[in-house]
């Protein structure tokens, strides 16, 4: 049987205001086939960060390599920029659940918008270069 994982997000007043996020994650945390279940405050800002990471940042740093790349050894570069991409899209939620348990969420959500408010401009600076 497959065990999935749920999430139910608070979303201000939108949901917590007509739904008990609690009782529902306590609800599904009974049912067949949930390894985990709870009630968070906050989806919005990582999956907000996730998009402008791979909607923005991430085609702008490949067309980069891209163009940087000697034409032989095109294909060899993207492959290599491909797997670190990979690498660090499997570590970084391990890295950012170690560092939300040990700290403040409130410190979790400080890192990631400082991290994306740098990595946005050396995007752009790498789009005019």
């Given at each position: 049987?497959?065990r999935?994982?749920?999430?139910?997000?608070?979303?201000?007043?939108?949901?917590?205001?007509?739904?008990?996020?609690?009782?529902?994650?306590?609800?599904?945390?009974?049912?067949?086939?949930?390894?985990?279940?709870?009630?968070?405050?906050?989806?919005?800002?990582?999956?907000?960060?996730?998009?402008?990471?791979?909607?923005?940042?991430?085609?702008?740093?490949?067309?980069?390599?891209?163009?940087?790349?000697?034409?032989?050894?095109?294909?060899?570069?993207?492959?290599?920029?491909?797997?670190i991409?990979?690498?660090?899209?499997?570590v970084?939620?391990?890295?950012?659940?170690?560092?939300?348990?040990?700290?403040?969420v409130?410190?979790?959500?400080?890192?990631?918008g400082?991290?994306?408010?740098?990595?946005?401009?050396?995007?752009?600076?790498?789009?005019?270069?």
């Amino acid at each position: 049987m497959a065990r999935v994982g749920v999430f139910v997000c608070h979303c201000g007043s939108n949901i917590a205001g007509t739904v008990d996020c609690a009782a529902v994650a306590a609800a599904a945390a009974r049912m067949p086939g949930v390894a985990y279940a709870s009630d968070t405050l906050g989806f919005l800002l990582p999956m907000l960060l996730f998009g402008v990471g791979n909607g923005i940042v991430e085609p702008i740093i490949a067309s980069y390599i891209a163009q940087g790349s000697p034409h032989g050894s095109l294909g060899a570069t993207m492959s290599f920029y491909e797997c670190i991409y990979g690498a660090f899209t499997c570590v970084s939620p391990i890295l950012a659940g170690y560092v939300s348990q040990y700290s403040d969420v409130g410190f979790t959500y400080v890192a990631l918008g400082a991290v994306t408010l740098l990595i946005i401009p050396f995007s752009a600076k790498l789009k005019k270069g």
